[in-house]
């Protein structure tokens, strides 16, 4: 009887080892990936504002994407979309089906190593945590004896692996039956040095006869968008509605977004307010409201469905269609950032989900020569050198072997500027006359209608460049009070514009006679943000004005300087990066460098423009006990005559 007992509770134990053993080896359901989210993903608390489980009806545009993964027939998965539609959540889904329902390798990659860290510890950390069927097949990294990392989950069948798409070695080192890549467009260019790493990637699933790709993305620049040219090359499709008017089934696009809004002027700034929203239909020109067109049905359709033989799916998505999105939102975004490139583009990409082309460009000079403008005349006939707005000048001056050219810019709130004065000064930069005729433009004082107000040049920085160096450094250092400083151009993707400044040596016969401040600034970042702001059509924030009156410098030789050069892309040394070249007619960029070196120095100077304005009105600002002596200070200085930033005349 005893023996009995002890076999049975042997076979007791030795039934629950083999059960532990085989529990992972037990056949998957029969689910697809959304109804697999549907029973065992939970959204987490941290991600979302919607926190618990999965709810397919919420986003019923992402249902028939998760399903293609799940598709026999399908190989390939693109996504390009806006933010706020659920494009990393779909991500996820696919990634905790294959852990709990078809393991394998999976390579899931994200634009750099930081990304990829950020996205295991926020995202997919949590997702393992709230769902109990992956809790249960990927140990806590907690735990040492659980072979996962932060980059690297083991589960039963299978490894997931995060890598960083600068990462060559990552990219190319072990097979992946899975490859999942996430906000494509955000990629480097090329892994170090071994070129595409989406092409690395697609290396690695060769060996798999069931292997799946899938490339996510909210998308670009028109032409230069990786994302765009994998969507080409799939199906093509839409999320359409049904007009409720004339049944017929349409994309929801911004253009075809009927809007009123009022604007409203707050401290010299913009600012709007949506009245109301409505859908046009472009099949029979019927307006619908938002609440209504939700409520409409809607479906995927295909442009290119014969790309369904070579499996490759491929799916494009707007905010529009987001429950989280207003369109009241969408169109507030658009409106705010209607007069700034960078920021519209954000809008297009990030929002509207569409790709970015430069609207309101600047084909030639002559489109710039045609929107000068007359700053006006005095009483007595002399033209007014400072238009209303201008609160500070700055001076950029390049330095070249037979002269120095240089730009006078008037600086406003929001980034408007002014052109004040172009202009060269011939003779050798070693030569000290050269520099006494810069300190007559330094001296003078700018004017506005008002002849008794005016401004001097609050700071002055000067090409360091060529071989003029030593020069430069001696005459600016000789400057300093005068707030002129030696620049050095430092070229280069994601260079800061603006930096502190260092000491520099300054040496004479070979030796060293003392230091000067040089700034370091990147060029590239400054041409970029002229390049934005002189396709701004409307006067305001981060439109330029040049004036008419051509004695200022600013004729057909000026904008053909300012637009001497594009951003284009390079291969050098089996890299594929971003440069600026000089256009085909344009040989001289002195007007864009001197630009460039203007702007410079007013961000440097960072002043306060609210405090400079109503010194310029006449209006005093309440003054702190300890700020007493410093103002009598400063009056004195006025008396002689010596104009501050801002100062009034």
């Not at 090359?233 to 049904?242: F, N, S």
């Not at 004017?447 to 001097?456: E, H, W, Y």
């Amino acid at each position: 009887m005893e023996n009995a007992k002890t076999n049975k509770t042997r076979f007791r134990v030795l039934n629950q080892s083999i059960s532990r053993s085989f529990r992972n080896y037990t056949p998957p359901e029969d689910l697809t990936v959304s109804e697999w989210s549907g029973k065992h993903r939970v959204l987490s608390r941290e991600n979302s504002a919607e926190a618990g489980p999965w709810n397919n009806d919420r986003t019923p545009y992402l249902v028939e994407v998760m399903d293609a993964f799940t598709d026999y027939r399908i190989e390939k998965i693109t996504l390009v979309a806006s933010s706020q539609v659920g494009k990393s959540e779909l991500e996820l889904n696919i990634i905790g089906y294959i852990i709990d329902q078809d393991p394998g390798s999976v390579l899931y990659i994200q634009p750099t190593e930081g990304d990829a860290k950020k996205f295991s510890r926020l995202r997919i950390a949590p997702m393992i945590r709230d769902s109990a069927q992956l809790r249960k097949k990927v140990a806590d990294i907690k735990n040492r004896d659980s072979g996962n990392t932060m980059l690297q989950k083991s589960f039963p069948g299978g490894m997931l692996t995060i890598v960083g798409s600068n990462s060559a070695s990552g990219l190319a080192s072990t097979p992946a039956r899975y490859v999942l890549g996430d906000e494509r467009d955000r990629w480097a260019l090329s892994a170090g040095t071994e070129g595409d790493p989406w092409a690395l990637a697609e290396a690695r699933t060769t060996t798999f006869y069931n292997s799946k790709m899938v490339d996510v993305s909210t998308p670009t620049i028109k032409g230069f968008s990786p994302i765009e040219k994998s969507f080409d090359e799939g199906t093509q499709e839409r999320w359409c509605h049904q007009c409720p008017e004339c049944d017929e089934w349409n994309n929801i696009v911004f253009d075809h977004i009927k809007f009123k809004f009022d604007t409203v002027v707050v401290r010299k700034k913009k600012d709007y307010i949506v009245k109301s929203i409505e859908w046009c239909c472009p099949s029979c020109g019927c307006l619908s409201s938002e609440d209504k067109m939700r409520t409409q049905p809607a479906k995927w359709i295909a442009e290119n469905p014969a790309a369904l033989h070579k499996g490759h799916r491929s799916f494009w998505l707007n905010a529009f269609a987001s429950p989280w999105q207003p369109w009241s939102k969408v169109v507030y975004a658009f409106l705010s950032a209607q007069n700034d490139p960078q920021r519209l583009k954000v809008v297009y990409n990030t929002m509207l989900g569409e790709l970015w082309e430069d609207r309101g460009d600047i084909e030639d000079e002559d489109t710039l020569l045609s929107r000068r403008e007359d700053y006006g005349d005095r009483p007595d006939g002399t033209p007014v050198e400072l238009p209303a707005g201008v609160l500070v000048l700055t001076c950029g001056v390049d330095t070249q072997n037979d002269r120095l050219e240089y730009e006078v810019v008037g600086h406003g709130h929001y980034g408007e500027t002014w052109g004040i004065k172009k202009g060269i000064i011939m003779g050798d930069p070693h030569l000290s006359d050269v520099w006494e005729r810069l300190d007559d433009l330094l001296d003078h004082v700018f004017r506005f209608a008002d002849p008794s107000r005016g401004l001097k040049i609050s700071m002055t920085f000067v090409d360091s460049g060529g071989h003029k160096t030593q020069d430069v450094y001696r005459e600016c250092r000789k400057r300093t009070h005068r707030r002129v400083f030696a620049i050095k151009g430092v070229g280069g993707d994601g260079v800061p514009y603006t930096s502190p400044p260092r000491k520099a040596k300054i040496v004479v016969n070979g030796k060293v006679v003392g230091t000067t401040w040089l700034y370091s600034i990147g060029v590239d970042s400054g041409k970029s943000d002229i390049m934005s702001n002189i396709k701004v059509q409307e006067a305001g924030a981060k439109f330029c004005h040049f004036p008419h009156d051509e004695e200022q410098g600013y004729d057909s030789v000026y904008f053909n300087g300012l637009l001497s050069e594009r951003l284009v892309i390079k291969q050098s040394n089996g890299r594929t990066r971003w440069a600026w070249e000089k256009l085909p007619g344009h040989e001289r960029n002195e007007a864009l460098d001197c630009r460039n070196y203007a702007l410079a120095a007013f961000r440097s100077m960072d002043p306060d423009l609210d405090a400079v304005e109503k010194r310029l009105r006449g209006l005093s600002l309440p003054l702190q006990k300890d700020d007493q002596v410093s103002e009598k200070k400063k009056r004195a200085k006025v008396k002689r005559h010596s104009v501050a930033s801002g100062s009034e005349w």
